[in-house]
């Protein structure tokens, strides 16, 4: 049977929803925020592993960083391809589950973004994607992944939310399991008197969970961010960033 996140129709039925235009038009103050994160520049190698539709892939090529976007959507991959074409970039796209891609020694950086980590039920699936990554970088490479701690969602957790989406009623409904280990979503979308639903799943982390996670992984220099731009991690943080290094002479 398949996960939620290997049924395509909810990524192609749901784009909109995940990447309307003004997620997009934040891409390149992101990526800003990116290099000053990671410390790389033009002509650096990355790996946008679960890189969706392509919106800081695209980015980064636009600037010249030599990028391979990883995801499992074709219909995501298609688009970005699309649009690379359009634009004359050279952007390397591979369609691999997260579990599977590992290209050793090839990465100045990674990045994970949008929380697009922790969908696997078991654990140890987590813990084969944080290995692969460290393979993947070089020598002194950083990884950054960008979730939604498990201390935010504490403070801000709502079970329910209604609002407008684009002249559409959206539903979000939410329910804690495991131990604070994991979180339902339930969403709907009431659009020209039709509902359409969708339910899905992904492990938390706290920030102590997610760099022992990445230690375990072969990472060292854990930094923790409260947003891309660098804020400290506490009561008023957004995101949970995490900035990890790959050691030098320590293979992956």
């Known amino acids: ?3 939620w996140f290997e049924k395509n129709d909810f990524w192609e039925r ?3 929803v995940l990447f309307p235009e003004e997620r997009w038009e934040k891409a390149p ?3 800003d925020n990116l290099i000053s994160r990671l410390g790389i520049s033009p002509g650096s190698t990355l790996l946008d592993l679960c890189c969706g539709p392509g919106r800081h892939a695209l980015e980064f090529a636009r600037r010249g960083f030599s990028v391979v976007g990883v995801d499992r959507t074709e ?3 298609k ?3 699309n649009l690379a074409e359009t634009e004359g970039l050279d952007l390397e796209l591979v369609q691999e589950d997260m579990r599977a891609f590992c290209r050793p020694d090839s990465f100045d950086a990674a990045i994970n973004l949008f929380t697009s980590f922790g969908f696997f039920e078991d654990s140890k699936d987590d813990e084969l994607v944080a290995k692969n990554v460290h393979a993947s970088l ?3 490479g950083h990884f950054l992944m960008d979730t939604m701690g498990k201390e935010i969602l504490a403070r801000i ?3 329910r939310d209604w609002y407008d989406l684009d002249g559409a009623m959206m539903l979000e409904e939410r329910r804690v399991a495991q131990n604070w280990s994991w979180i339902e979503n339930r969403w709907i979308l009431v659009k020209d008197g039709k509902a359409d639903e969708f339910e899905f799943g992904f492990r938390l ?3 102590a969970e997610i760099s022992a996670l990445l230690r375990s992984g072969g990472f060292e220099g854990i930094e923790i961010y409260g947003d891309l731009a660098g804020a400290p991690y506490d009561h008023e943080a957004n995101r949970l960033v995490v900035v990890a290094r790959k050691g030098k002479g320590k293979s992956g």
């Open 75 to 77: 219909i995501y991959l």
């Open 157 to 159: 957790f709502r079970e």
């Open 79 to 81: 688009k970005a391809r």
């Open 29 to 31: 103050e992101e990526v």
């Open 14 to 16: 749901w784009a909109s």
């Open 1 to 3: 049977m398949k996960q």
């Open 205 to 207: 982390y706290s920030a």
């Open 138 to 140: 070089k020598d002194g």
